[in-house]
């Protein structure tokens, strides 16, 4: 069964800044989906950004990058020039569309406090 | 930008009484799923829904869970018979193709449920 692990229950940043949430997972598929999603005190979860395990180039989507290490099995999100609306709960999460198809599996989140 | 919708926020029920949380997908999309997330611990999967059936569902969504699209447009969530354990926050998350990385989940904002 996939696992994924957040070591860092709670982070904070000074605005502007750089910080980085960790991620592994566990899985013996090779071929599957990887995700980060942001939860606002707002509740709604929103799509961060996604990579395909076969691509080795690691996603990018303006201020938020992965570090993609597939042997590691680890999955970090790299937030730069952070800012106040950057403060949520972020989860890591892994889809296998080979298994199950609509079973997103989380991690239990990283709290992310940025300081102005 | 369309939105999943859910109602209600925050429900409070007594143990052993029914409840139904309700959900509006976005109106193209053509898969359904509930989530919950226990306080403090991971966002889990329960079930997922294609074509009004079931396509999937977790070891969580036992017998006391159904789910039902009564309508073109609502998705609900039965619970049965409340258990002091079933308190969490509900996510209904809907996706238009149900492959989660080309076409990613779209989360409503859930519902709280406190069974006392």
């Known amino acids: 069964a996939q696992t994924v692990t957040q070591s860092q229950p709670e982070m904070s940043v000074q605005e502007a800044e750089t910080v980085t949430l960790s991620c592994t997972y566990d899985?013996?598929?090779?071929?599957?989906?990887l995700f980060w999603y942001k939860q606002p005190p707002s509740r709604q979860m929103i799509l961060v950004i996604r990579?395909?395990?076969?691509?080795?180039q690691n996603a990018t989507e303006n201020r938020f990058s992965v570090n993609f290490q597939k042997a590691a099995k680890s999955f970090s999100l790299k937030i730069s020039d952070s800012q106040l609306g950057d403060a949520a709960m972020y989860f890591c999460?892994?889809?296998?569309?080979?298994?199950?198809?609509?079973?997103?599996?989380f991690g239990k989140g990283t709290k992310l406090s940025v300081k102005p | 930008e369309p939105e999943v919708t859910q109602t209600p926020s925050h429900q409070v029920t007594q143990m052993g009484q029914e409840v139904i949380l309700r959900c509006v997908p976005i109106?193209?999309?053509?898969?359904f799923y509930w989530y919950r997330q226990i306080l403090g611990q991971k966002v889990e999967f329960l079930v997922s829904?294609?074509?009004?059936?079931?396509?999937?569902k977790s070891e969580i969504f036992d017998d006391q869970f159904s789910v039902e699209r009564p309508d073109g447009s609502n998705f609900t969530l039965k619970i049965r018979s409340t258990k002091l354990e079933d308190s969490a926050m509900y996510f209904c998350?809907?996706?238009?193709?149900?492959?989660?990385?080309?076409?990613?989940?779209?989360f409503g904002n859930g519902t709280r449920l406190t069974v006392t």
């Open positions: 998350a809907s996706s238009r193709l149900g492959h989660l990385y080309n076409s990613p989940l779209h």
């Open positions: 899985t013996s598929e090779s071929d599957y989906y």
């Open positions: 990579q395909e395990a076969y691509k080795q």
């Open positions: 999460a892994f889809y296998n569309y080979g298994g199950s198809q609509g079973n997103l599996i």
């Open positions: 109106s193209n999309h053509l898969y």
């Open positions: 829904f294609y074509n009004n059936e079931i396509s999937e």
